[in-house]
């Protein structure tokens, strides 16, 4: 199975900061992996599909990066209903696999 | 729009069997594998494998084959996971998810989600 890390594992940050969050894989998925938001008590919701696509209706301060083994997601500038947890998730192969989260916190 | 719904929230006792729904809607449904994941109380997302309702071809992950069982039943755009015999272990919310791509790339992604189901098994 391909194991899917995050750093940090939490994270305190202001409205208005810019953000960035690293996801890595145990082998390289080229460009098969997607980013995901997670709100308390909510449904997961895809942000950023195939590294570096923004899904329809996310906005363009979300932005992805990386390929190989080395991923970023990027918030240029925190708004308040940015606070949440972030998923990274390969879909490179079966199992398809996630990583354990970013809790994004307001400072 | 396409829409995911999934069966309302279940308590049962462990031992007891189980099975929760996902209903697609504004898609042809047997075009698309649907996806489970769990999420354990305050914890990260588990892939659980996958059904395409258009053969019902199934996908299930190692931590998963042989726990869980997926149908899918077309005519009424639905898929299911059961369990025969449920454990503590079991309670956390479940999701379902369309697989879906863009026509110009093999690469995958879920979108979107049903709401959930939870999940709570205990004596």
């Known amino acids: 199975d391909i194991q899917m890390t995050q750093s940090p594992s939490s994270l305190s940050a202001s409205v208005g900061d810019r953000v960035t969050i690293t996801c890595r894989a145990s082998q390289s998925i080229s460009t098969y992996l997607n980013w995901y938001q997670q709100k308390s008590g909510k449904a997961p919701k895809v942000l950023i599909f195939?590294?570096?696509t923004l899904q329809s209706g996310v906005p363009s301060r979300f932005s992805g990066s990386g390929s190989g083994t080395e991923f970023t997601l990027t918030i240029s500038s925190l708004q308040p209903d940015d606070f949440a947890t972030y998923f990274c998730?390969?879909?490179?192969?079966?199992?398809?696999?996630f990583g354990p989260g970013t809790k994004l916190e307001i400072k | 729009e396409v829409q995911l719904v999934q069966s309302g929230a279940e308590v049962r006792k462990p031992g007891q069997s189980l099975k929760i729904s996902c209903q697609g809607s504004?898609?042809?449904?047997?075009?698309?594998?649907i996806d489970w994941v769990r999420q354990l109380p305050g914890q990260g997302l588990e892939w659980m494998g996958a059904i395409y309702p258009g053969d019902s071809d199934t996908r299930y992950s190692p931590s998963f084959e042989g726990q869980v069982t997926f149908a899918a039943d077309e005519s009424i755009s639905t898929a299911y996971v059961q369990w025969r015999s449920l454990k503590d272990s079991d309670t956390a919310i479940y999701y379902c998810?369309?697989?879906?791509?863009?026509?110009?790339?093999?690469?995958?992604?879920?979108?979107?989600w049903g709401q959930g189901t939870l999940v709570t098994v205990s004596s």
């Open positions: 998810a369309r697989r879906t791509s863009t026509v110009t790339t093999d690469k995958t992604h879920f979108d979107p």
């Open positions: 998730q390969q879909s490179y192969n079966t199992p398809r696999t």
């Open positions: 504004g898609y042809k449904f047997s075009n698309y594998w």
């Open positions: 195939g590294a570096s």
